[in-house]
T-cell receptor
Framework: GAVVSQHPSRVICKSGTSVKIECRSL??????MFWYRQFPKQSLMLMAT?????????EQGVEKDKFLINHASLTLSTLTVTSAHPEDSSFYIC???????????????FGEGSWLTVV | TQLLEQSPQFLSIQEGENLTVYCNSS?????LQWYRQEPGEGPVLLVT?????EVKKLKRLTFQFGDARKDSSLHITAAQPGDTGLYLC??????????????FGQGTTLQVKP
């Protein structure tokens, strides 16, 4: 089946530094990927829609200059948290929809998630 | 603004009991999905419902999509400790700009005690 992989699964960085999280679709192409943020015991909050070859679309309240998204190929999207602060510590999850696939509903494949801790 | 209201948010029951989780909205969704998530992992899709009034069964789990496609429910029969986890409903909207974009409910943390 389709698999979406995230890397790294866990990362610790110092305040003020930047950290990049990768989201890869391993056996299908995805023109669109999505980035979510999740705090412990809470639900997923959509941060942005990553579009291959074009600018990402950010949800209201999400700082585009802080959370840089690049979708340079049909199988890879990256999320870079710039000038990280402790409050950016969270679980970041990506999802992808297979391109060109006709489905009866929005069947989405999720990555395993990436834990970010900013110290 | 949370468009999907999920309830209850926490549920602790004994093994063998039945339970129902509700997902309600004032908005219409083209599809609704239910996920189960373990701590530190990504959500795993349980079911997708797309037709108003649709009922799907997955072993002891029964999913229903409201006639107006604004609400859904998940019913678990004879819950087992292995059912413990975070259950999430997520709605999808129609339109090319919304394809793949999901709005999640607050989630229901279920604990089934042996």
């Amino acid at each position: 089946g389709a698999v979406v992989s995230q890397h790294p699964s866990r990362v610790i960085c110092k305040s003020g530094t930047s950290v990049k999280i990768e989201c890869r679709s391993l056996d299908f192409q995805a023109t669109t990927m999505f980035w979510y943020r999740q705090f412990p015991k809470q639900s997923l909050m959509l941060m942005a829609t990553s579009n291959e070859g074009s600018k990402a679309t950010y949800e209201q309240g999400v700082e585009k200059d802080k959370f840089l998204i690049n979708h340079a190929s049909l199988t890879l999207s990256t999320l870079t948290v710039t000038s990280a602060h402790p409050e950016d510590s969270s679980f970041y999850i990506c999802s992808a929809r297979e391109s060109g696939r006709r489905s009866s509903g929005n069947t989405i494949y999720f990555g395993e998630g990436s834990w970010l801790t900013v110290v | 603004t949370q468009l999907l209201e999920q309830s209850p948010q926490f549920l602790s029951i004994q093994e063998g009991e039945n339970l129902t989780v509700y997902c309600n909205s004032s908005s219409v969704f083209s599809s609704l999905q239910w996920y189960r998530q373990e701590p530190g992992e990504g959500p795993v899709l349980l079911v997708t419902v797309v037709t108003g009034g649709e009922v799907k069964k997955l072993k002891r789990l029964t999913f229903q999509f409201g006639d107006a496609r604004k609400d859904s429910s998940l019913h678990i029969t004879a819950a087992q400790p292995g059912d413990t986890g975070l259950y999430l409903c997520a709605g999808g909207r129609s339109g090319s700009s919304n394809t793949g974009k999901l709005i999640f409910g607050q989630g229901t943390t279920l604990q089934v005690k042996p």
